[in-house]
């Protein structure tokens, strides 16, 4: 079955400050999501990728899947308090109706 | 238009005592899943179901059953809760326009076994 390891487990960045989340597969990704998550909430969707090299951004945040469909990255930009919170990434094992798995978070802290 | 709804919100059990959680989707979407989440970790798939009428185990089925009872409703069954089931339930859905639409959760249950 597909792993995905997130990296790192934990950051902790002054305000305005760039940072990257990494989610690195097992396997080829068929399709990732990224999530964020405010302690003791729900689950906010920020964005999905499907093809090999696809960038995708809203406001701050860029998201990329590499060429080989195996690693995704997060880049926050000039971060601020209202980033912080659990950044999870999930993947699909192939098309619609198949596995969908998820790592195991970064939580990110950002100091004002 | 409600989404992806979870019931109950919070449930506190005794070891050995059974529940079924429930989850309801208007999207009419075909696949569903439930995922717990311990404190301070990520999602844990522990089924799911691509379609009406059929389901898979996910990465820890152990000590659960579910039930696709028609195409909105994937309910999750406790027969009999131990400590360790203490944990976030989270429902969720996710259609087949595209070969991966976005999964929507619901907002999750907070179950406790004491």
């Known amino acids: 079955s597909q792993e995905l390891e997130q990296s790192p487990q934990s950051l902790i960045v002054q305000e305005g400050k760039n940072l990257t989340i990494n989610c690195t597969s097992s396997?080829?990704?068929?399709?990732l999501y990224w999530y964020k998550q405010k302690y003791g909430e729900g689950l906010i969707f920020l964005m999905m990728?499907?093809?090999?090299?696809e960038e995708k951004s809203h406001e701050k945040i860029t998201a990329k899947l590499d060429e080989k469909k195996q690693q995704s990255s997060l880049h926050i930009t000039a971060s601020q308090p209202s980033h912080a919170g659990t950044y999870l990434c999930?993947?699909?094992?192939?098309?619609?109706?198949?596995?969908?798995?998820f790592g195991e978070g970064t939580q990110l802290t950002v100091n004002p | 238009n409600a989404g992806v709804t979870q019931t109950p919100k919070f449930q506190v059990l005794k070891t050995g005592q059974s529940m079924t959680l429930q989850c309801a989707q208007d999207m009419n979407h075909n696949s569903m899943y439930w995922y717990r989440q311990d404190p301070g970790m990520g999602l844990r798939l522990i089924y799911y179901s691509a379609s009406e009428g059929t389901t898979d185990k996910g990465e820890v089925p152990n000590g659960y059953n579910v039930s696709r009872l028609n195409k909105r409703e994937f309910s999750l069954r406790l027969e009999s809760a131990a400590p360790s089931q203490t944990s976030v339930y989270f429902c969720a859905s996710r259609g087949r326009r595209q070969s991966n639409e976005k999964l929507f959760f619901g907002s999750g249950t907070q179950l406790s076994v004491l």
């Open positions: 990728l499907q093809k090999g090299g």
């Open positions: 999930g993947a699909s094992e192939g098309g619609s109706g198949s596995r969908l798995t």
């Open positions: 396997k080829t990704l068929y399709g």
